[in-house]
């Protein structure tokens, strides 16, 4: 058996309210519209993966996602001038990663980091 991908559900009570942060915001098409469901997705390739964590690091809580991007400072900037809630700042972690948390719509914590 081989798992072919994995999925994160993040419940929203109005979906459509997605489109700017995880469309606009993280540049992510929109592969999969049911309404009820949205589903975003990028053309890059992906390996499954599934985290299991008692905090995110550096005494941080648990994100809900985390988000590697080419270009973590180009995404801080966006999101500092789109308003959004940053929650851990811009920062050079020991472990080798340049990352920062915000919240998207729904509350969520989400991870923006690159390699």
Request: with cysteine; proline share 5%.
């Amino acid at each position: 058996m081989t798992v072919r991908r994995i999925v994160a559900n993040l419940y929203a009570s109005d979906p459509n309210a997605a489109r700017a942060f995880y469309g606009d915001l993280l540049g992510l098409d929109v592969v999969m519209d049911h309404g009820w469901m949205l589903t975003f997705a990028t053309d890059g390739a992906m390996s499954p993966q599934l985290s299991v964590a008692s905090e995110g690091g550096s005494g941080t809580p648990v994100p809900a996602l985390s988000i590697e991007v080419d270009d973590v400072d180009a995404v801080y900037r966006r999101a500092k001038a789109a308003g959004c809630e940053i929650i851990y700042e811009l920062v050079d972690e020991p472990w080798g990663v340049r990352r920062f948390y915000m919240r998207d719509p729904f509350g969520n914590v989400i991870n923006i980091l690159s390699h």
